[in-house]
């Protein structure tokens, strides 16, 4: 579902003198359907980079991004939108908060867009709050308020509610208790049992190692730092 070869990543500072950083070289990936790729490498290495242009936020200098057969790197803006609207997901590591939406509406939003009836997406926003133990008395209230943990924690919740067949996770479990860290774990296996192609950064090892198939080094794409 992610095939990726010979990938590389430049960026121009225009504010620097236009300075050209070579940051990724030969970058070649792949996750299939049902598998979990974690992307390791020290900071700095490219990991965030890498992710973002799996996402579409950042174009590749060149080489071949495939997400769902759709060329990242020459995709249109509609065919990502329509990507990320149907296929492709994103787990930030913090939730964007829209100030006056209540978390049950941040949570359903997802499908809302995909045309799921209203009813039937607020029950499956709702059945995930309470997975990830959100008090339901909060669930009418903006998020703006809530805690850090609460906010990342509606940010799980939104990124699981539809069944995306391509996911991105960047810390998933960072700074959860561990009964939260235990459900969230549990809709990722979940997610790769449904056949869900997942690539994540994770820092929690044995979170990594319970639910990845494999390692990818991102140093070995780091022009300089490459082993
Ligand atoms: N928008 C940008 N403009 C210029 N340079 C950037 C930009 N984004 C990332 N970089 C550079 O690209 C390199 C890779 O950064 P990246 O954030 O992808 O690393 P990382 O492996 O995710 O690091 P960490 O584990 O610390 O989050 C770094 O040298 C960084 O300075």
């Known amino acids: 579902m992610i095939h990726i070869e010979n990938l590389s990543k430049t960026f121009t500072l225009h504010n ?9 070289a030969g970058a070649t990936l792949h996750v299939g359907r049902g598998e979990c790729v974690a992307l390791t490498g020290r900071s700095g290495s490219g990991k965030s980079t890498l992710m973002r242009m799996i996402y579409g936020n950042y174009r590749a200098a060149s080489g071949s991004l495939l997400v769902a057969g759709l060329d990242m790197v020459t995709a249109q803006p509609r065919q990502v939108i329509a ?9 930030s590591q913090f939730l ?6 209540p978390a049950i509406e941040v949570v359903a939003e997802p499908l809302l867009r ?5 009813g039937q997406a607020r029950d499956r926003a709702a059945t995930l709050l309470s997975r990830l133990n959100i008090p339901e008395r ?3 209230l903006s998020p703006t308020t809530f805690s850090g943990g609460e906010q990342q924690r509606v940010n799980i919740a939104r990124g699981f509610a539809h069944a995306f067949p391509v996911m991105l996770l960047d810390e998933p479990t960072a ?3 561990a009964a939260n860290r235990e459900v969230v774990l549990t ?6 049992a449904a056949g869900a192609a997942i690539l994540g950064i994770f820092h929690d090892e044995a979170a990594r190692d319970r639910i990845c198939d494999r390692r ?11 082993a």
């Open 96 to 101: 964007r908060v829209v100030p006056r939406v």
């Open 114 to 118: 995909r045309g799921v009836p209203g």
């Open 83 to 91: 990507l990320r609207r149907d296929t492709l997901g994103y787990v």
């Open 175 to 177: 700074s959860l208790d």
């Open 138 to 140: 909060l669930w009418s």
């Open 187 to 192: 809709l990722i296996e979940d997610a790769k």
């Open 216 to 226: 990818v080094d991102v140093t070995h794409f780091t022009p300089g730092l490459a």
């Open 16 to 24: 620097q003198g236009g300075a050209v950083l070579h940051v990724m």
